[in-house]
């Protein structure tokens, strides 16, 4: 669209009574903010999880100061899961400025493909239809019941008088401004092999109170104060469980001995039989059905020994007898797995099946919130405070988590100050100070119990009208809170389940005395025994060999047990209309401290370049926390009204990925090199992206997504995604998602809907044939508010 030539003015507009955007200089975007969901992550259905894969992030910001361009938002990588859809990026094309000059609102220019590691607040906005101009206020002298102020601190009892954009704000992972009265989101999780579970975000606010002032010496401030209860679910436990069965003939056998002769003791009657083997009999009830192996093997009698004449009698009865009333002599040994092969009579296919079963607990939170805007000649500040206190069901550090709560109550608010003077303070407000505010860096998933930072910008000239003149914006803070420390364990059992009786594969048995053919040796304490030397012999000999057909049961878990540790964040940020870099460190509790430092801009060009990189380091990386280094480009070209296609590349190197986990390795890829395109054609989005696997350690295997969106009407929106070329061990080859708004209304209930279809790679069995499994899993969302 056409620019017109007139002056353009950047900033907020700030009166005694309101704050109000300018008349002119910000994108016409002409949307409200049900269209602007579509943009937030946060709104996409659960059930459409993070993959291993996912299309670049692609936007642009381009040309003047009133060429604000809202940008499409996608999914970063993450192992083995599915992809989130990516939404059709809305084309935010200027009209003119009118001759009445109509009120608008800026969005802020998002990063482009930032870096895993660094997260900023989403922002949001809405026409604002409000007079440009306000009422005249009351005379001073009808208000100056404090000789320090000229309009002494009032209530602005007109909540819809100021702009969202000027409270716009994430708290604990919702959206929120001063008009959010309640958010609820709800959400329903399962699938063929995956347990049903439910995800909840909920929201209310219990008061809230915004107040304006005017000094004697023209510094104006507005301050708001609210407070907020959130009920939300928090990941607790991801337990994935394989079980292998594999078909196996398994080889038992069965030995008797025994021999008793006259004994050679002189102190023993000469007409006495004793025992020339130790009594040894496999205990048959104590065998374990995990490996079929004797566990207990009992001694009834001792090299030796003499034995009755009832047992003498017993024992030269035909078959193998041990003796008589209770009296065992010689050996009864029976071993049911002494090997075994693959396959039975039954079958020669191992199969193999995968379940999921996630759970997760209630999180409940207090929040209040305290933000200062102060304003003179030159420049203006903001101060942001959030104190929060909660509590995790089930946390293991709850008395920790606690006591580190308490620190948020000792530290001061962010309360920014400014000189006053006697000139007018300057109405146009540095759209970047707000910017800088929600692009400081919060901990994913984390819960703050203490957030306070202070921002400062140079309020614009008024007769600006470049990109370039309007000033940087700067916001530096501390946060406070705790963040989730994963545990990963192992684990493996087996059994064998017979499946047939025994059968007979060889049976042969002897005995006799002085007279038969047997003949056996023993040798105790270096001492040869033979029945040959010995008067009055018995012995008996037998043996015999059998097979069960069984499964031989393998059952892996893998258990992700997720708590929460106390986590300190420095962190702060330089905002440009063109620019955003962010500085930041801290420590993260857990078994051992990790502490890491920082670094990830962005840089946007007027020919519709994106430039972006950063990198992280760690002292005690691990599998969530590690180091990394990554960078993208992109380029935007317009193919039209409606139209244009943006070409991507980038990489992420995961310096230290820990591979070993509870003492295995495991292999967890975290670099990639990437190559993508991404067309939107009005309402159709096209995008591809390959992945090169082998480019870089550790990386996401060799693969080629493609995905689509339509958006058949203002409020209904649908996606799909396929991967021809997919090498990784776990990955989703398909799936699709719908998303319907149910009225044109700015705060009307969202519907959604999600599946994905997901495969993994298990291995191969002993024949070499390749073991896998499926999973279907589908989400259905549902989301409302009230503002």
């Known amino acids: 669209m056409a620019i017109t030539n007139k002056k353009r003015k950047f900033g907020l507009l700030f009166t005694s009574a309101t704050i109000l955007v300018p008349k002119v200089g910000y994108a016409q975007t002409n949307t409200d903010l049900s269209e602007l969901d579509k943009f937030s992550n946060q709104e996409t259905s659960p059930s459409i999880s993070q993959p291993e894969l996912a299309p670049l992030e692609l936007s642009k910001h381009e040309g003047k100061a009133a060429d ?29 400025i009118n001759a009445n000059n109509t009120i608008s609102q800026a969005c ?21 239809n409000s007079k440009d101009k306000l009422e005249i206020q009351p005379d001073v002298v009808d208000l100056n019941t404090n000789k320090n102020f000229t309009i002494p601190p009032r209530s602005i009892q007109n909540e819809k008088n100021i702009s969202i954009f000027t409270t716009n704000m994430s708290l604990n992972g919702t959206q929120i401004n001063h008009l959010t009265k309640w958010q609820l989101s709800t959400g329903a999780n399962f699938g063929d092999k995956t347990n049903a579970y439910f995800d909840v975000n909920g929201l209310i606010r219990i008061n809230t109170r915004l107040e304006e002032s005017l000094t004697k010496d023209n510094i104006f401030t507005v301050e708001q104060r609210s407070s907020y209860i959130q009920f939300q679910t928090a990941r607790k436990k991801r337990e994935i469980t394989v079980n292998k069965i594999e078909p196996r003939t398994v080889l038992g056998t069965e030995i008797q ?13 000469a007409a006495s039989q004793c025992t020339y083997l130790p009594g040894l009999v496999t205990d048959k009830s104590t065998i374990p059905e995990s490996t079929l192996f004797p566990s207990k093997i009992l001694e009834n009698s001792k090299f030796g020994d003499v034995v009755s004449p009832e047992s003498v009698e017993a024992m030269k009865q035909p078959g193998f007898q041990m003796g008589a009333n209770g009296d065992q002599y010689g050996i009864d040994l029976y071993f049911p797995n002494a090997g075994s092969t693959y396959g039975n009579a039954q079958s020669n296919q191992t199969s193999v099946s995968r379940t999921e079963d996630i759970e997760n607990t209630p999180v409940g939170i207090y929040s209040t919130v305290r933000r200062i805007v102060r304003a003179n000649h030159k420049e203006a500040v903001i101060g942001r405070t959030v104190r929060g206190f909660g509590a995790i069901a089930g946390d293991k550090n709850a008395l920790l988590n606690s006591a580190f709560q308490l620190t948020g109550l000792l ?4 309360d920014p100050q400014i000189e006053g003077s006697d000139k007018p303070y300057n109405k146009n407000i540095n759209v970047n100070l707000f910017f800088a505010a929600n692009n400081t860096r919060i901990p994913t998933n984390s819960y703050t119990f203490y957030h306070s930072g202070i921002g400062k910008a140079k309020s614009p000239y008024k007769d600006a009208n470049n990109v370039n003149q309007i000033p940087a914006a700067s916001f530096d803070s501390i946060w406070i809170g705790v963040s989730p420390v994963k545990k990963y364990t192992f684990s493996s059992k087996s059994r064998y389940e017979l499946t047939s009786p025994a059968k007979i594969l060889s049976a042969a048995g002897a005995e006799g005395g002085f007279n038969s053919n047997i003949n056996i040796a023993t040798n105790i304490n270096g001492q040869n025994f033979s029945n040959y030397l010995m008067k009055d012999f018995y012995s008996q000999i037998y043996l015999q060999v059998f097979s069960h057909d069984a499964n031989f049961h393998t059952t892996t878990k893998f258990t992700e047990e997720t708590n929460f540790y106390p986590h300190i964040s420095i962190t702060g940020n330089i905002t440009t209309l063109n620019n955003i870099w962010k500085y930041y460190g801290g420590m993260i509790g857990g078994e051992k401290i990790n502490a890491y430092v920082g670094t990830d801009f962005t840089q946007y060009t007027n020919d519709g370049w994106t430039f972006s990189g950063g990198a992280i380091g760690y002292t005690n990386p691990d599998n969530d926390y590690y180091s990394q280094v990554l960078g993208n480009v992109s380029k935007k070209i317009s193919l039209g ?14 310096i230290d990925r820990k591979a070993e986990i509870d ?73 699709a998602s719908a998303r319907w708004k149910l009225s044109d209304k700015e705060n009307s209930p969202i519907l959604s809907f999600g599946w994905n279809n997901n495969e993994y790679n298990l291995g191969s069995g002993p024949l070499g044939n390749k073991l896998g499994a499926t999973d279907n899993v589908f989400s259905i969302m549902f989301k409302f508010a009230r503002f």
């Open 68 to 96: 604000l361009i809202l940008n499409n938002t996608f999914i970063q990588p993450e192992t083995a899961s599915a992809p989130e859809l990516s939404t059709i990026q809305e084309n935010s094309n200027l009209k003119p």
């Open 108 to 128: 802020s220019a998002e990063n482009i493909e930032k870096p895993e590691f660094s997260q900023s607040g989403k922002q949001f906005c809405k026409p604002n």
């Open 257 to 269: 001995l025994s021999m008793i002769g006259s004994c050679l003791d002189a102190n023993n009657n």
């Open 411 to 414: 530290l001061p608010d962010a």
């Open 641 to 654: 009204k409606n139209s244009n296609l943006v070409l991507s590349t980038g990489f992420n190197y995961a």
């Open 663 to 735: 003492r295995f390795i495991v292999k967890s890829p975290g670099s990639s090199v990437t190559l993508g395109a991404r067309a939107n054609l009005g309402d159709v989005s096209l995008g591809l992206v390959n992945y090169f696997g082998a480019l870089l350690p550790n990386s996401i295997a060799n693969t080629l997504l493609a995905d689509v969106s339509w958006k058949l009407s203002n409020n209904f929106l649908i996606s799909g995604y396929y991967t021809p070329i997919n090498e990784s061990n776990n990955r989703s080859r398909f799936g």
